[in-house]
T-cell receptor, first 113, second 109 residues
Framework: GAGVSQSPRYKVTKRGQDVALRCDPISGHVSLYWYRQALGQGPEFLTY????????KSGLPNDRFSAERPEGSISTLTIQRTEQRDSAMYRC???????????FGSGTRLTVV | GQQVMQIPQYQHVQEGEDFTTYCNSS?????IQWYKQRPGGHPVFLIQLVKSGEVKKQKRLTFQFGEAKKNSSLHITATQTTDVGTYFC?????????FGTGTSLTVIP
């Protein structure tokens, strides 16, 4: 697509429920990052893919968080048994390779109530 | 882990005044990128610096990479209200892409 598309834009879920956040990067972009951004803060690294391979997941806060990119294009970030502290803006960014600037999606605002 | 500090955290300027934000790293960087995030928006890539001492310009914006490749600056000449937003530097270390703490710019008309 023309830009990085994330869905849903907003997600309100009850504590304890699982959520899946989707990122559709720019077509052909190799690198894909997931970030979490709290209000007034810079993006916080979560995980990184090159094609379908998850290169680094050290930023995932705990084992309730997981991500996949099975065909090297669309990626899904899954949060199991959500907690209130998971509430944040989750952003996805993609790049042709790691050597170029990243294009960010508009993000998914997750609210856990 | 990578430490990337930006100063100042906030800056209020009168329209027409200049503005500078600084990004400092604890380690030598291979490259540095700058992003702008408007209120309510997402980070937008501005530029990437790679070479020691590199200076790049985009209209009223001047980006500089330090000689030691540990710091960088973004300078805006004669700010306009359209410059409002948070400016982030971002550095790559291994596979991780770290963002600085950001400088929030307010331009008073």
């Amino acid at each position: 697509g023309a830009g990085v598309s994330q869905s849903p834009r907003y997600k309100v879920t009850k504590r304890g429920q699982d959520v899946a956040l989707r990122c559709d990067p720019i077509s052909g972009h190799v690198s894909l990052y997931w970030y979490r951004q709290a209000l007034g803060q810079g993006p916080e690294f979560l995980t990184y893919f090159n094609y379908e391979a998850q290169q680094d997941k050290s930023g995932l806060p705990n084992d309730r968080f997981s991500a996949e990119r099975p065909e090297g294009s669309i990626s899904t970030l899954t949060i199991q048994r959500t907690e209130q502290r998971d509430s944040a803006m989750y952003r996805c960014a993609s790049s042709p390779t790691g050597a170029y600037g990243y294009t960010f999606g508009s993000g998914t605002r997750l609210t856990v109530v | 882990g990578q430490q990337v500090m930006q100063i100042p955290q906030y800056q209020h300027v009168q329209e027409g005044e200049d503005f500078t934000t600084y990004c400092n790293s604890s380690t030598t960087l291979s490259n540095i990128q700058w992003y702008k995030q408007r209120p309510g928006g997402h980070p937008v890539f501005l530029i990437q610096l790679v070479k020691s001492g590199e200076v790049k310009k985009q209209k009223r914006l001047t980006f500089q990479f330090g000689e030691a490749k540990k710091n960088s600056s973004l300078h805006i000449t004669a700010t306009q209200t359209t410059d409002v937003g948070t400016y982030f530097c971002a550095v790559v270390t291994g596979n991780q892409f770290y963002f600085g703490t950001g400088t929030s710019l307010t331009v008073i008309p």
